[in-house]
Nanobody, 127 residues
Framework: QLQLVDSGGGLVQPGGSLRLSCVAS????????IAWFRQAPGKEREGVSC????????NYVDSVTGRFTISRDTAKNTVYLQMNSLKPEDTAIYYC????????????????????WGQGTQVTVSS
């Protein structure tokens, strides 16, 4: 059974950092593009960042550019989202998602493109 498990959320003060992890079980992430989405209360789920199956290309929504970094560790079958300089508006449930298997040169932040989803991890930024 293909499954994604995301973790690493928590409560952090503004300006703080968190690192989210997305671990795959039942399949090898190296052939899958991965994205992080988030959903705040009363808002639509939005794409935050994505990385291609090769890891050669990434994409970020404007609001997190320069603060968040997506990366992948093939040996650990894990994708990370390093979040720095967190703001209250980053508060949301964060979900990782996978598309594939695929070979692609770019990734997209379209929710409809992704086949598999994690269960979500809560990130709260508050003083």
């Amino acid at each position: 059974q293909l499954q994604l498990v995301d973790s690493g959320g928590g409560l952090v003060q503004p300006g703080g950092s968190l690192r989210l992890s997305c671990v795959a079980s039942g399949f090898t992430l190296r052939w899958y593009g991965i994205a992080w989405f988030r959903q705040a209360p009363g808002k639509e789920r939005e794409g935050v960042s994505c990385i291609t199956s090769s890891g050669g290309s990434t994409n970020y929504v404007d609001s997190v550019t320069g603060r968040f970094t997506i990366s992948r560790d093939t040996a650990k079958n894990t994708v990370y989202l390093q979040m720095n300089s967190l703001k209250p508006e980053d508060t949301a449930i964060y979900y990782c998602a996978a598309i594939g298997p695929v070979v692609h040169s770019t990734c997209v932040l379209s929710r409809a493109s992704y086949n598999y989803w994690g269960q979500g991890t809560q990130v709260t930024v508050s003083s």
